[in-house]
């Protein structure tokens, strides 16, 4: 993702996972953005203004008052930046922001603050299961701050449970969120990714090439512009992406079974997979042994998924993918009627930098209706902001013509 030209105000308060905020601030300047550190008092007895000085290139501001202050800094700096993050945010934080109260730098900018605010909380399990705690969370997001879910495990107090501060990637995930537009605000979006493994026996499978890159870049695109997304899987070793809901499925027919389940609830579904043709008519119980000089196999069609949601298709916007290495745009429009698809993208996987596996990708999206867009080379992050762009705008198409059916 690329936060260029971004500016953030990271605010780090006191609790042990200070230290881990010099990765946070590492991680958004190495994504371009440009990180202003405000510390509380408390910040400084875990970790010293000189690290996040060093990595910032930025004085680090610990201080309301002082010779050499601007007076109207604490209101200044809230709403200069793009975007405000607390990590970690302790509860005394939390409480002080909740109830109002601005007694040191953090806090007033946080009082006087315009900017989208994610606070990330860490502390002792108890601490965070304290109803007050929650409740003071509860008041934020009420107000529209977002509020990142501490992660499970063990705690700098001995104890196992939630309070661990998210990794620095999760939480520069959800800084992207923050800085996106939520044009997909209130949609549910299915997107399915990766191989399908079609087995021949408990070891040996048959499958291709998709490394699951290009789905997951679209349900990472999907959920920071605001979609409560699903994503159903074949196997791939890609993490999660932040915030997605995951189904990790092998064969085409446990794709399907997903697909069909989860479809009528969605507006709209993007498949992305690779989903195998074919599968071995019969998957062996034990180990195929070496025998004969030579094997035949003979294998079974799959059913299509696609054109098996088609007649379950209500006001859902259903987009294809068509992976070609001859004759990109006559398969991909065949494939577009066939499925009958809203919108298909043409991939053409004949370049070494396109396609399979790669981080980039050269494709064109067909919508039915219109032109075609020719894409140049982007990363597949780049392609998936590009194909959300086209659903956003068929959604609007469509709510506008159920309004008028209404
Ligand atoms: O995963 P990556 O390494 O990032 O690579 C990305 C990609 C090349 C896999 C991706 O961009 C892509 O092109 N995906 C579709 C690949 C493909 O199998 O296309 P197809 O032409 O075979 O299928 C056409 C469409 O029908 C696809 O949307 C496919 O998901 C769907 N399909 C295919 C077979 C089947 N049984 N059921 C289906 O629904």
Redesign the pocket.
């Known amino acids: 993702m690329a936060f260029t030209g971004k500016r953030i105000l990271l605010g780090v308060t006191g609790g042990i996972a200070a230290y881990k905020a010099a990765e946070v601030a590492r991680r958004l300047i190495g994504a371009g953005a440009r990180v202003k550190v405000v510390m509380t008092r408390a910040a400084q007895e875990f970790v010293g203004p000189l690290t996040f000085a060093a990595l910032t290139g930025e004085k680090v501001a610990t201080a309301m008052f002082g010779p050499d202050r601007d007076p109207l800094e604490h209101v200044a700096l809230g709403q200069e930046v793009d975007a405000i993050v607390v990590a970690p945010a302790t509860a005394n934080l939390i409480g002080k922001v909740a109830g109002g109260i601005g007694d040191d730098l953090l806090t007033t900018i946080m009082l006087a603050a315009t900017r989208p605010v994610l606070i990330c909380p860490a502390m002792n399990a108890e601490m965070w299961a304290n109803p007050v705690v929650q409740g003071n969370l509860a008041r934020l997001q009420g107000r529209g701050l977002r509020v990142m879910e501490p992660a499970a495990g063990p705690l700098a107090c001995g104890a196992v449970g939630l309070g661990r501060l998210p990794e620095p990637d999760l939480i520069v995930e959800a800084v992207a969120g923050l800085l996106s537009p939520q044009d997909l605000a209130g949609r549910k979006i299915l997107v399915?990714?990766?191989p399908t493994h079609e087995d021949f026996d408990p070891v040996r499978f048959l499958t291709?090439?998709?490394?699951?890159?290009?789905?997951y870049a679209l349900a990472r695109v999907a959920w920071r512009r605001g979609a409560d997304v699903t994503l159903v899987s074949g196997p791939t070793s890609l993490p999660a992406p932040y915030g997605v809901k995951c189904v990790m499925v092998r064969s085409?027919r446990d794709m399907?079974t997903e697909v069909k389940a989860l479809f009528p609830e969605m507006d709209a579904l993007l498949?992305?997979?690779?989903?195998?043709?074919y599968r071995p008519i019969q998957a062996e119980v034990r180990k195929i042994k070496r025998a004969h000089e030579e094997m035949a196999f003979h294998l079974t069609q799959?059913?299509?998924?696609?054109?098996q949601v088609a007649p379950l298709k209500s006001q859902q916007i259903v987009v294809?993918?068509?992976?070609?290495t001859h004759d990109l745009e006559t398969e991909a429009r065949r494939?577009m009627r066939e499925?009958q698809l809203d919108l298909i993208?043409a991939?053409d996987?004949n370049r070494p930098d396109s396609?399979?596996?790669v981080d980039t990708?050269e494709?064109t999206l067909i919508p039915r209706a219109g032109d075609p867009l020719p894409l140049p080379l982007l990363s597949?992050e780049e392609v998936a902001v590009k194909i959300l762009d086209q659903v956003v705008a068929l959604l609007k198409t469509r709510d506008g013509v159920l309004v008028k059916n209404a």
């Open positions: 399915t990714a990766g291709n090439r998709s490394s699951g890159k290009q789905g085409a399907g498949m992305a997979a690779a989903v195998s043709d799959n059913p299509d998924i696609l054109k294809g993918f068509a992976a070609e494939k499925k993208v991939n996987v396609g399979f596996q990708n494709v597949k």
